[in-house]
């Protein structure tokens, strides 16, 4: 008879995954039904993905399995920022209800363990889980109440994606393999919530050695067709001093 772990009723890693699409940075989000005790509808409440600890797993391996639950995908970005403990984390009703449908111990106090995870939204077939009805890209900017505290959990992954995003290249994990500099840009200044110079910009991309052009240009475009580059992962995973070198002396600080 084959062995089942179990999972840790204290312990659970929640992901937030951030894409890029249409110039917008968007949440993948699951939705859930909640049972309603006053009608026969149930409620509908988005939640971040995640799940709770399995005995047999440390927390890495528990935040790659959610990953690929959802998302089919494995090898992504994913690094883990904070943890949360509240005792009040499970203080709503309808978080109550959900977990009473759910868990054995709805009451067990849970320590999270959050990462953030970059994925090229474009790549994604989503599957949602046994915990879910459905899984979505919501707009940052859209983004409703969520369950539990996961609105505090993705305000300080977004505050660590602006931050992470000025120090190191992590921003072309949400890229197709091909972008134009345009593309690129547009993503900085979406994530950094303003306007960067372009000459400026172009120049310091360039000179960082962390892009490479391409022969290849945008086909069937109304306007000046634009050059293809490519993230020069090699450079970035082997030089590693020279990327933060960019940053801590100036030379790549994007808000000149």
Same mark, same amino acid.
């Given at each position: 008879?084959?062995f089942?772990?179990?999972?840790?009723? /204290?312990?659970s890693?929640d992901c937030?995954? !951030?894409?890029?699409?249409?110039e917008?940075?968007?949440?993948?989000?699951?939705?859930?039904?909640?049972p309603?005790?006053l009608t026969d509808v149930?409620?509908? /409440?988005y939640a971040?993905p995640?799940?709770l600890?399995k005995? $047999? =797993?440390?927390?890495?391996n528990?935040?790659n399995?959610v990953?690929?639950?959802l998302?089919?995908?494995?090898?992504?970005?994913?690094?883990q920022?904070?943890?949360?403990?509240?005792?009040l984390r499970?203080?709503?009703?309808? $978080?109550? @209800?959900w977990l009473?449908?759910?868990?054995?111990?709805? $009451? @067990?106090?849970?320590?999270?363990v959050?990462?953030?995870?970059?994925? $090229?939204?474009q790549?994604v077939?989503l599957?949602?889980?046994s !915990?879910?009805?459905?899984?979505?890209?919501?707009p940052?900017h859209?983004?409703?109440?969520l369950a539990?505290? /996961?609105n505090?959990?993705y305000?300080?992954?977004l505050?660590a994606l602006k931050e992470?995003?000025?120090l190191?290249?992590?921003?072309f994990?949400l890229?197709?393999e091909?972008?134009?500099?345009?593309e690129?840009?547009s993503?900085y200044?979406?994530?950094?919530?303003?306007d960067?110079?372009?000459?400026?910009f172009r120049?310091?991309?360039l000179n960082?050695?962390?892009?490479?052009?391409?022969? =290849?240009?945008q086909?069937?475009?109304?306007?000046?067709p @634009?050059?293809?580059?490519?993230?020069n992962r090699?450079?970035a995973?082997?030089?590693?001093?020279a990327?933060?070198?960019l940053?801590?002396?100036?030379?790549f600080?994007?808000?000149?």
């Open positions: 008879m084959a089942t772990p179990s999972l840790n009723p /204290h312990v890693t937030v995954i !951030f894409g890029f699409s249409q917008t940075l968007r949440l993948l989000l699951i939705r859930r039904n909640i309603n005790r149930n409620d509908i /409440h971040l995640g799940d600890v005995d $047999d =797993e440390n927390l890495n528990a935040a399995r990953l690929a639950e998302t089919g995908l494995k090898g992504i970005y994913l690094t920022f904070q943890t949360f403990g509240d005792p499970i203080a709503k009703a309808k $978080d109550r @209800a009473e449908s759910v868990r054995q111990d709805p $009451d @067990a106090r849970v320590i999270t959050a990462y953030m995870a970059l994925i $090229d939204s790549k077939v599957q949602p889980g !915990f879910s009805q459905e899984a979505v890209w919501i940052i859209e983004v409703p109440e539990f505290d /996961h505090e959990i305000e300080q992954a505050a992470r995003i000025q190191q290249p992590i921003g994990e890229l197709p091909k972008f134009t500099m345009g690129l840009q993503l200044e979406t994530i950094l919530e303003r960067l110079d372009k000459r400026n120049r310091k991309m960082s050695g962390i892009i490479s052009p391409l022969a =290849e240009k086909i069937g475009v109304s306007n000046k @634009a050059r293809f580059y490519i993230f090699d450079f995973q082997n030089n590693p001093s990327i933060y070198n940053r801590m002396d100036g030379s600080t994007l808000f000149n």
